[in-house]
């Protein structure tokens, strides 16, 4: 498959993903996650690839959702988007691999999950930021990273839309380092030594055994809740006046429904 939307190279065991719509903030569409999917599992049916790097092009790593794709798209297509949006992050989360997500600018919205949620280390530069901004354009955050942060962190993240720090999110446990920009590759590269060496048969079922306690405190139970709740959310007036009043840069007028 010939990548439009990613940059797919190996060095060694080493394979990188880098999303690759720079102009967009590598924020992501159905086609865009269609690539990203075939270049997840290119990488996981190498057996030579023993790590997956994740990382962005230009400043950012990415911004979540394209807003411009989904104004615009019709009921199917925000179907199909959410479906497919649900396979990258099993994925990314259950595969056998381990996945570390290189983070050289800020997130906005899903991609969080993606970064927190589904990679298992997470390495960023300390001038980045990070949000869930569902919320302004009349969506919903839902509980994401309620497992990992707790409740009271989780509302603030979730229901405020609020920016936070690389540093806060390294504290509140949601990032594994925050590192100055001349440090990242370093600090990766770290990390990426210490994973190939070890046995992947160890590293499967120890991420296996993550993700059975991530299930036995319903995960997936609360993903396929949000999953309903974003789609009632979606035809509601509230959302598409957000969305628009989003995307005009004014502050919308809302009736409750």
Not at 141 to 161: E, K, V, Y
Not at 230 to 257: H, M, P, Q
Request: net charge positive; glycine share 8%.
């Amino acid at each position: 498959m010939e990548y439009k939307n990613q940059i797919y190279t190996k060095d060694g065991a080493v394979a990188t993903i880098m999303f690759n719509r720079p102009e967009r903030r590598n924020s992501h569409d159905i086609e865009s996650y269609t690539e990203f999917q075939h270049a997840m599992r290119a990488a996981l049916g190498d057996s030579a690839i023993r790590v997956i790097v994740l990382t962005g092009a230009g400043t950012a790593w990415s911004a979540g959702r394209d807003i411009k794709f989904t104004n615009r798209a019709t009921p199917q297509e925000i179907a199909q988007y959410q479906s497919i949006l649900g396979q990258v992050y099993d994925l990314v989360r259950t595969c056998d691999k381990p996945v570390i997500a290189r983070i050289n600018g800020p997130i906005t919205g899903g991609t969080n999950r993606l970064a927190f949620e589904c990679c298992d280390v997470s390495i960023a530069v300390n001038t980045a930021r990070f949000a869930r901004r569902e919320i302004n354009t009349g969506l919903s955050g839902g509980a994401a990273h309620f497992h990992a942060i707790g409740r009271n962190r989780c509302i603030d993240m979730n229901l405020t839309g609020r920016f936070i720090s690389a540093d806060e999110a390294q504290q509140w446990g949601l990032l594994t380092r925050s590192v100055p920009p001349d440090k990242l590759d370093e600090v990766v590269q770290d990390y990426i030594e210490m994973l190939v060496k070890l046995p992947p048969m160890g590293v499967a079922i120890t991420k296996r055994c993550i993700n059975f306690a991530l299930e036995s405190a319903g995960y997936s139970i609360n993903r396929q809740f949000q999953g309903a709740a974003t789609r009632v959310l979606w035809t509601s007036e509230d959302r598409n006046e957000a969305e628009r009043a989003f995307i005009e840069k004014r502050t919308g007028v809302y009736k409750g429904k």
